[in-house]
């Protein structure tokens, strides 16, 4: 009898061993579930984090990298000089006509009239003489006309308009050696010119 109760101890012994088993494992599986749950949450955690400290860092470059743009620009817009406007050209100097004025028509006094005339119209007369040809004065002078020394027919229009003398009467031959701008014979149409009137009295 000693025994079997030996034996029925043991077996109640080891049933109630065999019986704790299962719950031992089931708390070792919870645990093992729990830890599975904290790392997957640890590196959820962990990946949203990095995610968004990458993006705040790209954003703070994309704003530094628009600040320093207009900043560039900016700078770019004082550093950029202002339009300066050309410079204002003086205007160009009129030289006066030396003239020169020669009697065509044997009247005497006329080129002293003429003189007093032109030199009140802002030309230079720096000379009077009779008119020469081939080295002989010449007093057989019908139309009045001007002469252009120096190959500026412009000087030479502008002592004609004056005089009143047609541009076809204005003969030009530039000479290297010539002292006047301009001559002017009088010819026997003298009375025709402007200025014959008012200084003939």
Do not use: H
């Amino acid at each position: 009898m000693r025994r079997k109760r030996r034996y029925s101890t043991q077996t109640i012994k080891t049933k109630n061993s065999v019986s704790n088993f299962p719950n031992y494992s089931k708390a070792k599986n919870n645990s093992s579930i729990w830890k599975k749950i904290f790392t997957w949450f640890f590196i959820i955690i962990v990946l949203a984090a990095a995610s968004y400290f990458v993006y705040n860092i790209n954003w703070q470059q994309d704003t530094i990298n628009s600040t320093l743009f207009d900043t560039l620009s900016v700078g770019e817009q004082e550093i950029k000089p202002k339009q300066i406007s050309e410079p204002i050209q003086p205007a160009p100097f009129k030289k006066t006509v030396q003239i020169e004025i020669l009697n065509g028509c044997g009247v005497n006094g006329l080129t002293k009239i003429f003189e007093e005339f032109l030199r009140q119209e802002k030309f230079d007369v720096v000379n009077t003489d009779n008119y020469k040809e081939n080295g002989k004065t010449n007093w057989g002078v019908r139309e009045s006309r001007v002469i252009d020394n120096i190959g500026a027919p412009e000087q030479a229009e502008r002592v004609a308009e004056s005089l009143g003398i047609p541009f076809t009467n204005i003969v030009s031959r530039e000479d290297p050696a010539a002292i006047y701008d301009v001559s002017v014979v009088l010819g026997r149409d003298f009375k025709n010119l402007k200025g014959f009137k008012d200084f003939s009295k």
